[in-house]
T-cell receptor, first 115, second 114 residues
């Protein structure tokens, strides 16, 4: 079936570096994507989202890029901080009645920020 | 995790036992969903509901039952627990047309089946 997946399972960076987390999706009809952060023992926490009519969206220290041609999106975190250490997931909203009732998650990537 | 309450937080079951994971939200959201998360994996959709009286299957529905008799509650029933159902379970709720920052997740229920 359709799936959303990540290329890298782990990423270790130094504090202050920029981090890039990649995600590939297979459903070319997808029109809405969300990045989540999950800390140990907690539920997913919304970071940023993007719709298919956009190529780029920026938030506070985060940027999401969407390349529909190759069905790829990425999350860029600027000036990574120890508090950014977590597992990051991309998710595709696939529900027919608005999307938010059905999310397809990638496998996740663990980001470790070394002080 | 404003407004989505899951109980219990931790549960140990024996193979073959049944139990119900409770999920309640007080935001009058139409949509509610149950996900499971296995170690090192992303969340996978079990069942979802777009309103009271309406439920549908997600990606991994086998072994689970749901009902939505009220807008507020969306219980997940394990009919005959199996070790393969050892997982962390998350409930989520949202309004129709919600964007990502208005999808609310519960804090999770850790289930171990022995």
């Amino acid at each position: 079936g359709e799936s959303v997946g990540l290329h890298l399972p782990t990423l270790s960076v130094q504090e202050g570096d920029n981090s890039i987390i990649n995600c590939a999706y297979s459903n070319s009809a997808s029109d809405y994507f969300i990045w989540y952060k999950q800390e140990s023992g907690k539920g997913p926490q919304f970071i940023i989202d993007i719709r298919s009519n956009m190529d780029k969206r920026q938030g506070q220290r985060v940027t999401v890029l969407l390349n529909k041609t190759v069905k790829h999106l990425s999350l860029q975190i600027a000036a990574t901080q120890p508090g950014d250490s977590a597992v990051y997931f991309c998710a595709e909203a696939s529900g027919t009645q608005g999307g938010s009732e059905k999310l397809v998650f990638g496998k996740g990537m663990k980001l470790t920020v070394n002080p | 995790n404003a407004g989505v309450t899951q109980t219990p937080k931790f549960q140990v079951l024996k193979t073959g036992q049944s139990m119900t994971l409770q999920c309640a939200q007080d935001m009058n959201h139409e949509y509610m969903s149950w996900y499971r998360q296995d170690p090192g994996m992303g969340l996978r959709l079990i069942h979802y509901s777009v309103g009271a009286g309406i439920t549908d299957q997600g990606e991994v529905p086998n072994g689970y039952n749901v009902s939505r008799s009220t807008t507020e509650d969306f219980p997940l029933r394990l009919l005959s627990a199996a070790p393969s159902q050892t997982s962390v379970y998350f409930c989520a709720s949202s309004r129709s047309g919600s964007s990502g920052n208005t999808i609310y997740f519960g804090e999770g229920s850790w289930l171990t089946v022995v």
